[in-house]
């Protein structure tokens, strides 16, 4: 299939924020993006024309996780204050709010259904609530150090955790037992993320590099040395095809999970990216940056038809398929070589002014 590649372009950019981004999340329905800060807000941008941000306040520190529930109805939000707020994303900004843990709440993730929430502490803690009351469920403990991040697999059955103690751990959710862990990787690891066939895991590494692991096989994949600065966020495209990554060196980079090479460079941000991820459809992507401005990207790049690729993830969700891997989808050309290490090739640089209009390429 024929497929017409476009570079990525800078829709809207978002001002707001008086401190480092630390997290940004799409509403499903593509009406709103939500941000945190170390401003100790939360920031909902709304899309329709006219509509004016909202600014939730009730951390009393820094925020450092946001994400939508499955529905869009709701959003939570973790913080310094060692505290999860479940907020309503409507202008009146109504929210609920438990303390989580005994220091700093790193991440903050809803499970498939919307029932659950799972949080990371700096207190070497995993946890899972119910949303209802915001119930304490279990504890998973087996980390030396602080839990940057946790998140569930797209079913919800296990979950992944990244930590400081420069490990990533795989937790059965029904058992409360570690399934494996990645360890001595020699790094710091400040975010993890399921592949959309919940097959694969990653990585984003304080040592520039972004892993990837087969779950089943306890298997790297791939490892990325894009990056000439510690990359603190990754987002994996619905599709499964692409992965966006944001890193201290001021710079987006979207990869080519199917050739195992770097896509796309993108500069936007001034300083520091902090932090990405995609939109549920993949259509768009958001960035946040240590120069306190959200970035919204269209995607472009492939115009190839998702539905059957999302259709066929849900169906491997309900156990009709079997699981998919990254071969099961076809690229766009042969694959060359291995998929142990990025391939080498011409990689498009796309610079962008925050001003929309101005647009240098460079490097094609």
Request: with cysteine.
């Amino acid at each position: 299939m024929e497929t017409t590649l476009e570079d990525p372009t800078l829709e809207r950019h978002f001002k707001g924020h008086k401190d480092v981004i630390t997290s940004v999340d799409f509403n499903p329905n593509l009406k709103q993006l939500a941000s945190g800060s170390l401003d100790s807000c939360v920031m909902v941008w709304n899309f329709k024309p006219k509509m004016r941000a909202y600014r939730f306040v009730g951390h009393k520190d820094g925020v450092t996780s946001v994400q939508f529930s499955p529905s869009g109805h709701l959003l939570a939000s973790a913080s310094r204050d060692k505290t999860v707020r479940v907020w309503i994303p409507s202008v009146k900004g109504e929210s609920t709010v438990f303390k989580a843990h005994t220091s700093t709440v790193r991440s903050v993730d809803f499970s498939d259904d919307g029932q659950n929430l799972l949080t990371a502490s700096d207190d070497k803690s995993v946890k899972v609530w119910t949303l209802h009351r915001q119930k304490f469920l279990f504890s998973l403990i087996g980390h030396q150090n602080w839990v940057r991040s946790a998140r569930f697999s797209p079913d919800s059955r296990i979950i992944v955790s990244g930590s400081d103690d420069k490990s990533v751990k795989l937790w059965d959710k029904a058992s409360k037992q570690t399934i494996h862990s990645f360890s001595d990787l020699g790094s710091v690891i400040h975010q993890v993320a399921f592949h959309p066939s919940g097959t694969c895991v990653a990585a984003a590494c304080c040592d520039c590099s972004v892993r990837v692991w087969d779950i089943r096989m306890n298997k790297l994949l791939q490892k990325y040395q894009a990056h000439i600065g510690a990359v603190n966020s990754l987002s994996f495209h619905p599709s499964g095809n692409f992965m966006v990554t944001a890193s201290n060196d001021a710079t987006l980079k979207i990869l080519d999970l199917l050739e195992g090479r770097l896509f796309y460079t993108l500069h936007g941000h001034q300083v520091g990216v902090t932090c990405t991820a995609f939109s549920r459809q993949g259509n768009y992507f958001a960035s946040g940056g240590a120069d306190e401005q959200v970035m919204v990207w269209k995607t472009n790049f492939d115009s190839v038809d998702y539905s059957t690729v999302l259709s066929t993830h849900r169906e491997q969700q309900r156990g009709e398929v079997p699981p998919p891997t990254l071969h099961d989808i076809q690229p766009r050309s042969p694959l060359r070589g291995s998929l142990a290490a990025p391939l080498p090739g011409k990689v498009r640089s796309v610079s962008l002014s925050c001003k929309r209009g101005m647009r240098v390429f460079s490097g094609c």
